[in-house]
C-alpha cells in the first residue's frame, strides 16, 4: 500500500487544498513586503495583470500535466511527454521546491516564536521595542530550533497521506484565516496612516516602473500562486476527472490575490500609522502587525490567533513543497515514504539552518550580496519558477498531444470550451514571449 496515490475527496476539498498551497506566507509576508519595496500600486498594477495572463494559464497547464500523468513531477512528465529533455522541469522542481522550503520553513518558524510571544504580549511595546526585540531574536540561536520545528511538524504531516492531512487541515484553517484578515483589514480603515497607505496602494506612480518591478511581479505571482515548479502537476495529479481545471485554477488565483490585498490593507495603514518604512523587507508584517496588536483590546488573544492561523497557512504551502520531493523519491526510486521524508527532513532542515544564521548580523553566508537567505527568496521566485513556467507553456502550447490537451483544458469538451482558444494562446505565445523579453530586457537595460 506504500505507493497507493490518493485523491481529493470533494470539490471543496480540491479547492482547498489547492488553495492551502497557494495561499501562505506568500501572500501574508512576502506580498506586502515585495509591494512596499517595489513602489506599491505599480507593482500592484503588474503583478495583477501578470496573475491573470501569464500565472493563471502556467498552473491550469501543470494541471493538465499532473492529471494526465497521475505521478509526481518527473513521472507525469515522462507519461506526456517524449524525450528526456522534458524531464528538466522535473528536476528543476525537486530542486526549487528544497530551495524554497529552506528559506520558507525560517520565516514559519518566526510565525512559531511570535504564537509565543502573543502569548507573553506586546503590550506596552513601541515600534523601537519591537525591532529591538526583534532583532535579538533574529541574531540568537533561537529561530534555529523553530525553523527546525516547524519542518519536523510539515514531516510528520506528509507522512500521513494526501487526504487525511492536507485536506483536513486545509479546510478548516483557510477560511478562519481569510476572515480574521477581514477583520484587520476593517480595523485598519480607521487608523491615521489609513489615507496615506491608500495611496501607497492604489495610486500608481508610473515614474517607479522598471523592469526589475516586472520582474518581482513576475516572481511573486509564481511563488504566491505555487506555479514554475511542478507543485501544480503534483497537485494535479490528485485531482479527479471530473473536476474543471479552469474552474479550479481561476477560483484559487482569486483566493490568493484576494488575500494577498487583504494582507496589504491590514498591513499597509499600520506600516504607515507607526512610521515604520514600507521597504523594510522581510520584517515587515512581523513589526507592522505586533504594533497593532500591542494597541487594540483583546490584542494579545488576536495576535495569538493570528499567528497560529498564519502558522496553518504556511504549513498547508510547505506540505505541498515536501510532497515534490517525497513524491518523487517514493514513486522514481521506490524509496518508502517515511524514508524519503526523512531525507528531505535532513537536507532541506541542513539547509534552512544555513539560511537562518544568514539573517544574523556580520553573517559570511553571503551570496552576491545578499544573504543566503534572500538569495534562495529571489533566485528561486525570480529566475527558477519563471523559467519554470516557460517549460511547461512551451511543452504544452506547442509539444503536447493536441488530443490530450484539449480533453484535460475542457474536460473532453464539457466545460471551458469557450475559452480554449485563448488559452492556448496564452499558453503558446504570451507566456513565454512575455517572460522571455523581461529576462532579456532586465539584463539589457
Ligand atoms: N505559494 C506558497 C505561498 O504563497 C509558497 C509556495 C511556492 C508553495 C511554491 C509551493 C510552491 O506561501
Not at 492556448?424 to 505565445?429: A, G
Amino acid at each position: 500500500m506504500e505507493n497507493k496515490r490518493g485523491s481529493f475527496g470533494s470539490k471543496f476539498g480540491v479547492v482547498a487544498a489547492v488553495a492551502g498551497s497557494a495561499v501562505g506566507l506568500g501572500n501574508i509576508w512576502r506580498f506586502p513586503y515585495i509591494a512596499g519595496e517595489n513602489g506599491g500600486a505599480v507593482f500592484i498594477i503588474v503583478y495583477l495583470l501578470i496573475c491573470l495572463l501569464i500565472a493563471i494559464p502556467v498552473m491550469i497547464s501543470e494541471f493538465a500535466i499532473g492529471r494526465h500523468g497521475r505521478k509526481n513531477v518527473m513521472g507525469s512528465m515522462r507519461q506526456v511527454a517524449k524525450g528526456k529533455m522534458w524531464l528538466s522541469l522535473g528536476y528543476l522542481g525537486v530542486f526549487a521546491a528544497v530551495l524554497i522550503l529552506s528559506f520558507y520553513s525560517v520565516i514559519a518558524g518566526w510565525t512559531l516564536n511570535f504564537i509565543v510571544e502573543s502569548v507573553k504580549g506586546f503590550s506596552g511595546m513601541d515600534v523601537t521595542a519591537l525591532t529591538a526585540n526583534f532583532n535579538g531574536f533574529v541574531n540568537s540561536n533561537e529561530p534555529i530550533v523553530w525553523t527546525l520545528l516547524f519542518l519536523a511538524l510539515t514531516a510528520v504531516i506528509v507522512l500521513c497521506g494526501v487526504e487525511k492531512g492536507i485536506e483536513r487541515s486545509s479546510k478548516i484553517m483557510m477560511p478562519m484565516l481569510v476572515l480574521m484578515l477581514l477583520g484587520m483589514s476593517i480595523y485598519s480603515l480607521f487608523l491615521p496612516g489609513f489615507g496615506e497607505a491608500f495611496r501607497f496602494l492604489f495610486k500608481p506612480d508610473f515614474s517607479k516602473m522598471t523592469w526589475d518591478v516586472v520582474l518581482q511581479a513576475l516572481g511573486q505571482s509564481f511563488f504566491s500562486m505555487s506555479v514554475g515548479m511542478g507543485t501544480m502537476i503534483t497537485y494535479g495529479s490528485y485531482i479527479k476527472d471530473k473536476e474543471n481545471l479552469y474552474g479550479v485554477g481561476a477560483t484559487v488565483a482569486l483566493s490568493d490575490v484576494l488575500i494577498a490585498f487583504l494582507a496589504g490593507v491590514a498591513i499597509f495603514p499600520a506600516v504607515f500609522t507607526f512610521g515604520i518604512a514600507p521597504t523594510s523587507g522581510s520584517e515587515l508584517v512581523f513589526l507592522t502587525l505586533p504594533s497593532v496588536f500591542s494597541q487594540i483590546p483583546a490584542g494579545q488573544l488576536l495576535s495569538f490567533v493570528f499567528f497560529v492561523l498564519l502558522f496553518f497557512a504556511a504549513i498547508t504551502s510547505a506540505i505541498s513543497l515536501l510532497e515534490v520531493p517525497v513524491a518523487y523519491l517514493t514513486e522514481e526510486f521506490n524509496i518508502k515514504r517515511k524514508r524519503a521524508v526523512v531525507m528531505g527532513f535532513v537536507v532541506i532542515g541542513a539547509l534552512s539552518v544555513f539560511c537562518t544564521l544568514s539573517l544574523q548580523d556580520g553573517s559570511s553566508l553571503v551570496v552576491g550580496g545578499d544573504s543566503l537567505f534572500d538569495f534562495f527568496d529571489k533566485f528561486t521566485s525570480n529566475i527558477m519558477l519563471p523559467v519554470g513556467g516557460i517549460l511547461v507553456s512551451v511543452f504544452v502550447g506547442w509539444f503536447m498531444d493536441k488530443k490530450l490537451r484539449y480533453d484535460q483544458f475542457t474536460n473532453q469538451g464539457q466545460c471551458a470550451v469557450k475559452l480554449y482558444k485563448f488559452l492556448v494562446f496564452l499558453v503558446k505565445f504570451v507566456v513565454p514571449v512575455a517572460i522571455s523579453i523581461l529576462f532579456i530586457s532586465k539584463n539589457l537595460f
